[in-house]
């Protein structure tokens, strides 16, 4: 994949991610086996940094070699959401649901780092 079409991929795959986690009666919640807190901001402001990880990926699509810093940013971010969920999996706060999406972004680091070196 050519790392245009890569950036604008994981920019629709994180504004999904965000909207589905925005979205108080969204099915996602149910199916991550998670509960989405009414009375908290925490869900919104994830969405949020989401999205706008989202925006940044959408930026390298557009010019790879100007926003290449923002490569490594994406890199960081998305082992960040790795290690974080596999932490939280391994002390069984989680169930497989979560790890099984977050698998997405750590093939996302690995072909940001690829794009990265070309």
């Given at each position: 994949m050519?790392?245009?079409a890569?950036?604008?991929v994981?920019a629709?795959?994180?504004?999904a991610?965000a909207a589905?986690?925005?979205?108080?009666?969204?099915?996602?919640?149910?199916?991550?086996?998670?509960?989405?807190?009414m009375?908290?901001?925490i869900p919104?402001?994830f969405?949020?940094?989401?999205a706008l990880?989202?925006?940044g990926?959408f930026?390298?699509?557009?010019?790879p070699?100007t926003n290449r810093p923002l490569?490594?940013?994406g890199?960081?971010?998305?082992?960040?959401v790795v290690?974080?969920?596999?932490f939280?999996?391994?002390?069984?706060?989680?169930?497989?649901?979560?790890p099984?999406?977050?698998s997405?972004?750590?093939i996302?680091?690995?072909?940001f780092?690829?794009?990265?070196?070309?």
């Amino acid at each position: 994949m050519k790392s245009p079409a890569l950036f604008f991929v994981a920019a629709l795959f994180n504004f999904a991610v965000a909207a589905a986690f925005a979205l108080p009666d969204s099915p996602v919640w149910h199916w991550l086996g998670l509960i989405r807190p009414m009375q908290s901001i925490i869900p919104d402001l994830f969405a949020m940094f989401v999205a706008l990880f989202g925006v940044g990926y959408f930026m390298i699509g557009l010019n790879p070699r100007t926003n290449r810093p923002l490569i490594l940013f994406g890199i960081m971010g998305k082992l960040s959401v790795v290690a974080i969920v596999a932490f939280h999996y391994a002390t069984g706060r989680i169930g497989i649901a979560v790890p099984a999406l977050a698998s997405g972004d750590l093939i996302f680091a690995l072909l940001f780092l690829r794009a990265y070196w070309r």
